[in-house]
């Protein structure tokens, strides 16, 4: 069983920075694969990134690719979104997720994560 949860979003004007941070309790961190998903009012909850357990591979939505990294910190049990050049249409709910697995690829649809945190608002302004 792991708990997920989020902090580090907020308010910040298109173009700049923010840092999301998902802290994971449990044990065996370093066996799951995690990632983010993000979620707008009346859309879709969609992919967003992932890492698997060894960080060895990463995946990226195309819509963040090249703005947004995504990292892990087995020792402290910890994930972190990098979002920079923030848009307006990044505005979302951003859900942390993990899945117990040691495969080297890592999923982008929902039904690969079993675990859920409760997600943190990222608004981006004009």
């Known amino acids: 069983q792991v708990q997920l949860v989020e902090s580090g979003g907020g308010l910040v004007q298109a173009g700049g920075s923010l840092r999301l941070s998902c802290a994971a309790s449990?044990?065996?961190?370093?066996?799951?694969?995690m990632g983010w998903f993000r979620q707008s009012p009346g859309k879709e909850r969609e992919f967003v990134a992932a890492?698997?357990?060894?960080?060895?591979?990463?995946k990226y939505a195309d819509s963040v690719k090249g703005r947004f990294t995504i990292s892990r910190d087995n020792d402290r049990n910890t994930v972190a979104l990098q979002m920079n050049s923030l848009k307006l249409e990044d505005t979302a709910v951003y859900y942390c997720?993990?899945?117990?697995?040691?495969?080297?690829?890592?999923?982008?649809?929902?039904?690969?994560?079993?675990?859920w945190g409760q997600g943190t608002q990222v608004t981006v302004s004009s």
């Open positions: 449990g044990r065996s961190f370093s066996s799951y694969a």
């Open positions: 997720v993990a899945e117990n697995t040691k495969a080297q690829d890592v999923g982008v649809q929902k039904a690969f994560y079993e675990y």
């Open positions: 890492i698997s357990w060894s960080a060895a591979n990463m």
